[in-house]
């Protein structure tokens, strides 16, 4: 019995301390990703608005032999000014992640730099906030590959 509750006393300090730790994690995480692109911004942003051209150019959304990385992707919410694409995706049972397409232009040079940007809102829960630490290989990968495929699309 004395056993069982060091052990149950054990797991508890445990939790809260990982818990604790946990909490210096920041909630709020955006994962970057910029390239310079030689094309027009309409050529740019007439593949990102259009969803059905997201099978030329968006790693998650190329079709493969295997199974699709990512389950079906909702388009939960849009919104678009003059310079910027912002497109809120939702799998189903997980929260909804915020994808950003901007352009900055710069005068006197022959190139615009299209930035990708994800923002995830945590919880609380430590699983989550740790978890959130592998978000840069996971997503980071496929973005760079997705803005590489678009520079490929819009050079042609």
Not at 54 to 61: D, G, L, S
Not at 66 to 90: C, G, N, R, T, V
Request: aromatic content about 12%; glycine content about 4%; charged content about 20%.
């Amino acid at each position: 019995m004395r056993l069982i509750k060091l052990a149950l006393i054990s797991v508890l300090l445990l939790f809260f301390v990982v818990t604790a730790i946990s909490l210096l994690i920041p909630s709020q995480i955006r994962i970057s990703k910029a390239i310079n692109i030689h094309s027009s911004e309409d050529s740019i942003f007439a593949l990102i608005r259009d969803t059905a051209k997201w099978k030329q150019w968006h790693p998650a959304f190329i079709p493969n032999d295997s199974a699709p990385k990512f389950p079906a992707i909702h388009i939960a919410q849009k919104s678009e000014s003059d310079s910027e694409i912002i497109m809120h995706l939702q799998q189903s049972g997980k929260p909804e992640v915020v994808n950003g397409w901007k352009i900055y232009r710069y005068p006197h040079v022959d190139s615009l730099t299209l930035q990708w940007y994800m923002d995830f809102n945590l919880k609380w829960y430590p699983w989550q906030k740790f978890g959130s630490m592998f978000y840069e290989k996971t997503y980071g990968a496929m973005m760079e590959k997705g803005l590489e495929n678009i520079r490929e699309l819009t050079n042609k």
